[in-house]
């Protein structure tokens, strides 16, 4: 079964505004990951964050991670039409090569 | 930098027909996995490949074999393709140096796969 949970499973904004998306999971990690997929194509990683971090940003993303409420939210800042995807969540656990993956938020940016 | 190549891109079977889906990677990676993509369900993982020499089941293995070629390569086999298997089928690999379990996965762009 799938470890994660991304909501709401669709948004649809306009370009220039912020866009978040929140993931939920059901059993203690060790890492969280969030990989982006344009239509067509394969998943790209975007960020990694470890069960003992709490926020961490890169360029226009910042993802927060709360463990006791078993939780990350992605947000992206100042979105683009490029910014149209799908997102989706991913968990590691244990000692694990393994991810278990969300159904994923699709993304629309409004030009 | 080619990264993970899947082929073929699309293919459509008739039930029963068998079939290999081929994936290599020219990252130096020791993982590999393969999963499959049907709509609302994200990703499953079909099988993985931990290092060269070792493959075990993920979490929807029935019905799909694959073979570690070597450290470049990793196919997925549909013995008997029934319309179930209709899918889009990634295949990803990953670095593990050392112990480290803080590394993402690389994937390539996916087989599109239809079975009548």
């Known amino acids: 079964s799938q470890q994660g949970e991304e909501d709401p499973q669709a948004l649809s904004i306009q370009e220039g505004e912020n866009a978040t998306m929140n993931c939920s999971y059901k059993?203690?990690?060790?890492?969280l990951q969030w990989y982006r997929q344009n239509s067509g194509r394969g998943l790209v990683h975007l960020i990694l964050?470890?069960?003992?971090?709490r926020e961490k940003h890169s360029g226009r993303l910042r993802v927060t991670l709360d463990t006791s409420k078993k939780s990350s939210s992605l947000l992206i800042t100042a979105s683009r039409a490029a910014d149209t995807a799908s997102y989706f969540c991913?968990?590691?656990?244990?000692?694990?090569?393994?991810?278990?993956f969300g159904a994923g938020t699709t993304v629309t940016v409004r030009a | 930098n080619a990264g993970v190549t899947q082929t073929p891109k699309f293919q459509v079977l008739k039930t029963g027909q068998s079939m290999t889906l081929q994936c290599a990677q020219d990252?130096?990676?020791?993982?590999m996995y393969w999963y499959r993509q049907d709509p609302g369900m994200g990703l499953r993982l079909i099988y993985y490949?931990?290092?060269?020499?070792?493959?075990d089941k993920g979490e929807v293995p029935n019905g799909y074999n694959v073979s570690r070629l070597n450290k470049r390569e990793f196919s997925l086999r549909l013995e008997s393709a029934a319309p179930s298997q209709t899918s889009v089928y990634f295949c990803?690999?990953?670095?593990?140096?050392?112990?480290?379990?803080?590394?993402?996965?690389?994937f390539g762009d996916g087989t599109r796969l239809s079975i009548l």
């Open positions: 990803a690999s990953r670095s593990s140096p050392g112990t480290s379990i803080y590394q993402p996965q690389h």
């Open positions: 059993t203690s990690i060790n890492n």
């Open positions: 964050i470890r069960s003992n971090e």
């Open positions: 991913a968990t590691g656990q244990g000692g694990d090569y393994k991810l278990s």
């Open positions: 990252m130096n990676h020791n993982s």
């Open positions: 490949s931990a290092s060269e020499g070792t493959t």
